[in-house]
């Protein structure tokens, strides 16, 4: 029998994803509410029931609303939204975070889908706090550009109507509450709050995360060789990841590290560059935030839950 998947949210940016990386797939059943049902909780709760796997790709609250629906103990979820990110009970999604956690994943009834902005930073900070390399405390900064599609169908809108004359760059979370703000926190293992400084720039997806390090103020100030190393032996632990480490280049400009080069897949690039002599370094990730960043994540996980 085919397990039967159901999106909750289909008909928005990261359910028509899911529903297009899902098409031609013969060993699942999608399962979707009538059209004329959409709007009703009754069918809601009736599908959500149903189904083997039901991907939240819902507002928060929207998302809470659904858990409270499931009314059995089968039914195993994958919430999308920023609800259950930090929650107690709920795995992290984010498979290739440590070598443990692919298996925490499968053996989840709840996963947190990660947003597209931590994943980059957590990927490279993480190895770093883990080995000692980067204290807990210290001060990070991340910044980065995505493409206008991580902004929802208004944003969307707005720039397909605006077409050329879209901002180029546009930055945001100037209030530095940044919704992202608490998963990049808690899972690249800092013990204070990050600043987030994100932007979006004139293309449909894809996005790049930078994080500039200041080493010279540690006593032991870790040499870009040491960063890299660190950071290539954690992916190298993991089997069957989808995060690739570019060898370690002093290079002025690279052309690979294009934001929409991995647009369309699952795949994230690490790099490190540093200059040694200023004891600065640059933490770079490259990967789709429709892709790793959202809906690809969401597959990768539905995989793992499933045993597939």
Same mark, same amino acid.
């Not at 039967?4 to 060993?27: C, M, N, V, W």
């Not at 991907?55 to 195993?76: H, R």
């Not at 995360?209 to 950071?231: N, R, Y």
């Given at each position: 029998?085919?397990?039967?998947?159901?999106?909750?949210?289909?008909?928005?940016?990261?359910?028509?994803?899911?529903?297009?990386?899902?098409?031609?797939?013969?060993?699942?059943?999608?399962?979707?509410?009538?059209?004329?049902?959409?709007?009703?909780?009754?069918?809601?709760?009736?599908?959500?029931?149903?189904?083997?796997?039901?991907?939240?790709?819902?507002?928060?609250?929207?998302?809470?609303?659904?858990? /409270? %629906?499931?009314?059995?103990? #089968?039914?195993?979820?994958?919430? $999308?939204?920023? =609800?259950?990110?930090? @929650?107690?009970?709920?795995?992290?999604?984010?498979?290739?975070?440590?070598?443990?956690?692919?298996?925490?994943?499968?053996?989840?009834?709840?996963?947190?889908?990660?947003?597209?902005?931590?994943?980059?930073?957590?990927?490279?900070?993480?190895?770093?706090?883990?080995?000692?390399?980067?204290?807990?405390?210290?001060?990070?900064?991340?910044?980065?550009?995505?493409?206008?599609?991580?902004?929802?169908?208004?944003?969307?809108?707005?720039?397909?109507?605006?077409?050329?004359?879209?901002?180029?760059?546009?930055?945001?979370?100037?209030?530095?509450?940044?919704?992202?703000?608490?998963?990049?926190?808690?899972?690249?293992?800092?013990?204070?709050?990050?600043?987030?400084?994100?932007?979006?720039?004139?293309?449909?997806?894809?996005?790049?995360?930078?994080?500039?390090?200041?080493?010279? /103020? %540690?006593?032991?100030?870790? #040499?870009?060789?040491?960063?890299? $190393?660190?950071? =290539?032996?954690?992916? @190298?632990?993991?089997?069957?990841?989808?995060?690739?480490?570019?060898?370690?280049?002093?290079?002025?400009?690279?052309?690979?590290?294009?934001?929409?080069?991995?647009?369309?897949?699952?795949?994230?690039?690490?790099?490190?560059?540093?200059?040694?002599?200023?004891?600065?370094?640059?933490?770079?990730?490259?990967?789709?935030?429709?892709?790793?960043?959202?809906?690809?994540?969401?597959?990768?996980?539905?995989?793992?839950?499933?045993?597939?």
């Amino acid at each position: 029998m085919k397990p039967k998947i159901f999106i909750d949210g289909e008909h928005g940016t990261t359910g028509l994803q899911i529903r297009a990386l899902l098409a031609e797939r013969s060993d699942l059943e999608i399962i979707s509410i009538p059209t004329e049902r959409r709007k009703e909780t009754a069918a809601r709760g009736e599908f959500l029931n149903a189904a083997d796997v039901a991907i939240l790709c819902l507002p928060d609250d929207a998302a809470k609303e659904s858990v /409270s %629906l499931i009314a059995n103990d #089968t039914t195993k979820v994958i919430d $999308a939204s920023t =609800a259950h990110r930090v @929650a107690e009970g709920w795995a992290y999604g984010f498979a290739e975070m440590d070598k443990d956690q692919a298996k925490a994943i499968a053996s989840a009834k709840r996963v947190a889908n990660p947003g597209c902005w931590p994943q980059g930073p957590i990927a490279t900070l993480r190895p770093l706090v883990t080995s000692g390399l980067l204290p807990a405390d210290f001060p990070i900064t991340v910044n980065g550009i995505s493409g206008y599609s991580g902004g929802g169908r208004p944003m969307i809108e707005d720039y397909v109507a605006k077409g050329e004359e879209a901002s180029e760059f546009l930055p945001y979370g100037l209030t530095l509450r940044h919704k992202h703000v608490p998963e990049l926190r808690a899972y690249a293992r800092l013990s204070h709050d990050p600043i987030m400084q994100p932007a979006v720039g004139n293309f449909a997806q894809g996005m790049i995360t930078v994080v500039p390090l200041q080493l010279g /103020s %540690l006593d032991h100030v870790p #040499t870009g060789a040491e960063l890299h $190393a660190a950071i =290539a032996d954690h992916f @190298a632990a993991i089997k069957g990841g989808v995060v690739e480490v570019a060898p370690y280049a002093h290079s002025e400009r690279m052309p690979e590290i294009n934001p929409e080069v991995y647009n369309g897949t699952n795949r994230m690039k690490v790099y490190v560059f540093a200059n040694d002599k200023r004891a600065q370094a640059l933490l770079l990730a490259v990967y789709d935030n429709l892709g790793k960043g959202a809906s690809g994540a969401a597959v990768q996980n539905m995989d793992l839950m499933l045993g597939l």
